[in-house]
C-alpha cells in the first residue's frame, strides 16, 4: 500500500451538536469530566490529562453527531492533507488554539485534524496498587481507600447517592457505524495513516469491519483509537457509535464512576461492567441525555507498529472476556426511551450467533 496522506498523533475530542446543552452539562459532570471552556453556546469539557477538551458541544437544531478532532505533530502533516484534499489550514478561534484543517469521510463525518493545540501538563493523581493472591504491589501497613471511601455515601431525598465520578483522563477512540465498511477503513488507511489491529469477520468470513489503531512507529498506542463496522441496519449508516473516554485512575476509578451513574439515576445503562476481548479493556457504557453512548474504559492493550492485523471471527468480536451480553442497541445512537422498544424487535449479535454455533 502507498504511503498515506498523514499519520495522526492521537484522537482529541468528539463534536456533537445538541438541543438542551444544560441537560448534557450535568450528565458530562456526572460522566466525570470537567468543563473547561464554554463561549457562543458551546460548551468544551476536558479530562485530567494534557489535551484542552475531549468533548464539544454547541447548542443546536438537532442532537447530532457533528464530527472527530485528531492531531499531527508537524504542520506538514496538515499541508499535506490541504493540498490532498484541496482545502485551506485554518487558524481556529476556539479556546484550545491551533491550526486545523476540516475534511469529511465517505460518510459524510467531519474529521478535524489540529496542529499546535494548547495543550498542558498531566493533572497529578494517585492509581491504586492492587494485591492478588500471587502477587502483592501495596505497602505493608498501608490501607488503602479510595476517594473519601465510604464518606463518598451521602443520603439525598430519602436514598443513599454514591458522590464520586469517574475521572475522565482523555478521549482514547471513536467507534463508527458506515455504510460502507471497506470504504471507510481504506479511507482512514490512506488518509490518517491507521493501521489495522484487527479485521471483524462475519459469520460467513465476509469483513464486517475493522479496529485500528494510530501509526506511530515504535511508540506503543492504544489498540484501537477507531471502530468502523457496517450498519446492520440500514436507518444507522453513517452515524455516531460510541466515544470511549480512557480514566485516569484505573479499574477503581471505572467501578466508582459505575456506581455514581448507578445511584443518581438518572441515565440508561447501555452495557458493562466487562472486560473486551479486543483490546483488553475494562469497559462500561452509559447513554447521555441525547442519545448518544459514551465509555468509561481503563486498562487498555497498547501496540507498536510491527504488529500485524488479525483476522477475528464473530464470536471473539461479540463475546466480551466477561461481562453481560452486549444488547442489540449497543452502538446505536436513539434516546433512551427507544431502547427497550428495539430490544424487543430487534435480536441481538449474540442471539444471531447461536444459530452458528
Ligand atoms: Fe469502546
Redesign the pocket.
Known amino acids: 500500500m502507498s504511503d498515506p496522506i498523514c499519520k495522526i498523533d492521537d484522537i482529541v475530542f468528539l463534536r456533537f451538536t445538541v438541543q438542551d446543552l444544560e441537560s448534557q452539562k450535568e450528565y458530562l459532570h456526572h460522566f466525570g469530566m470537567r468543563s473547561a471552556f464554554e463561549e457562543n453556546d458551546t460548551i468544551y469539557f476536558k479530562g485530567t490529562g494534557p489535551d484542552p477538551y475531549c468533548y464539544i458541544a454547541s447548542k443546536g437544531d438537532e442532537n447530532k453527531f457533528v464530527g472527530t478532532g485528531y492531531r499531527v505533530g508537524s504542520r506538514k502533516a496538515l499541508e499535506s492533507l490541504a493540498e490532498s484534499f484541496g482545502v485551506e489550514i485554518f487558524t481556529s478561534s476556539e479556546p484550545g488554539g491551533g491550526e486545523y484543517v476540516s475534511i469529511t469521510d465517505p460518510d459524510g463525518l467531519v474529521v478535524e485534524v489540529y496542529c499546535g493545540l494548547n495543550r498542558s501538563s498531566i493533572e497529578a493523581s494517585s492509581v491504586p496498587r492492587l494485591n492478588a493472591g500471587v502477587e502483592k504491589t501495596r505497602d505493608t501497613n498501608d490501607l488503602q481507600r479510595f476517594g473519601k471511601a465510604s464518606d463518598e455515601w451521602v443520603v439525598e431525598e430519602g436514598e443513599w447517592k454514591y458522590q464520586l465520578t469517574s475521572k475522565v483522563f482523555r478521549l482514547g477512540?471513536i467507534?463508527i457505524v458506515t455504510e460502507n465498511p471497506e470504504e471507510s477503513i481504506a479511507w482512514y488507511q490512506n488518509t490518517l495513516g491507521f493501521l489495522i489491529s484487527d479485521n471483524l469477520l462475519g459469520p460467513d468470513g465476509a469483513r464486517l469491519g475493522a479496529f485500528m489503531r494510530a501509526d506511530q512507529g515504535d511508540k506503543p498506542v492504544d489498540h484501537h483509537i477507531i471502530?468502523i463496522t457496517g450498519a446492520m441496519d440500514d436507518r444507522f449508516a453513517g452515524t455516531f457509535g460510541?466515544g470511549?473516554f480512557e480514566l485516569t485512575e484505573s479499574v477503581d476509578d471505572l467501578m466508582a464512576g459505575h456506581y455514581h451513574m448507578k445511584t443518581v439515576d438518572k441515565y440508561f445503562h447501555e452495557w458493562g461492567v466487562g472486560r473486551h476481548l479486543l483490546g483488553s479493556q475494562m469497559?462500561d457504557y452509559w447513554r447521555d441525555p441525547n442519545g448518544f453512548t459514551l465509555?468509561h474504559?481503563t486498562d487498555g492493550d497498547l501496540l507498536d507498529a510491527s504488529v500485524a492485523p488479525e483476522n477475528v471471527p464473530a464470536k471473539n468480536f461479540v463475546l466480551a472476556q466477561y461481562g453481560p451480553l452486549v444488547p442489540s442497541t449497543f452502538g446505536l445512537s436513539m434516546p433512551s426511551d427507544e431502547v427497550s422498544r428495539y430490544r424487543e424487535n430487534n435480536p441481538s449479535f449474540t442471539e444471531i450467533l447461536k444459530d452458528f454455533e
Open positions: 477512540h467507534a471502530n460510541h470511549g469497559y465509555e474504559w
